[in-house]
Nanobody, 126 residues
């Protein structure tokens, strides 16, 4: 069993920064990904960023490229999402997720992940 616990959300103003943390309890799959997704009210869950746990490769959604950075700390089994230049449209519940290895771009789809955290709210005021 793998458990993920997010933290670091909050209420900030446009242009501010936040760092989200995702602590992963249990064994992370070899060659698996740890991803961040977000879901705004009445919208589908959308991909934000992912990191390959073994080699550290990263992929970002176009909406956050250049503003958000995903990183990992293997010793702490933690993945971070540094969010700079926040905008009101970044407001959402942010989830981290992981699972067995996926291929063919499935790391950018919710269906590519098996274990999910409970989420942390990020609200950006204008």
């Amino acid at each position: 069993q793998v458990q993920l616990v997010e933290s670091g959300g909050g209420l900030v103003q446009t242009g501010d920064s936040l760092r989200l943390s995702c602590v992963i309890r249990g064994t992370i799959f070899d060659n698996g990904h740890v991803g961040w997704f977000r879901q705004a009210p009445a919208k589908d869950r959308e991909f934000v960023a992912t990191i390959h746990w073994t080699d550290g490769d990263t992929v970002y959604a176009d909406a956050v490229k250049g503003r958000f950075t995903i990183s990992r700390d293997g010793a702490e089994n933690t993945v971070y999402l540094q969010m700079n230049g926040l905008k009101p449209e970044d407001t959402a519940v942010y989830y981290c997720a992981t699972g067995p290895p996926v291929y063919g771009g499935n790391y950018a789809r919710p269906s590519g992940y098996y274990f999910w955290g409970q989420g942390t709210q990020v609200t950006v005021s204008s």
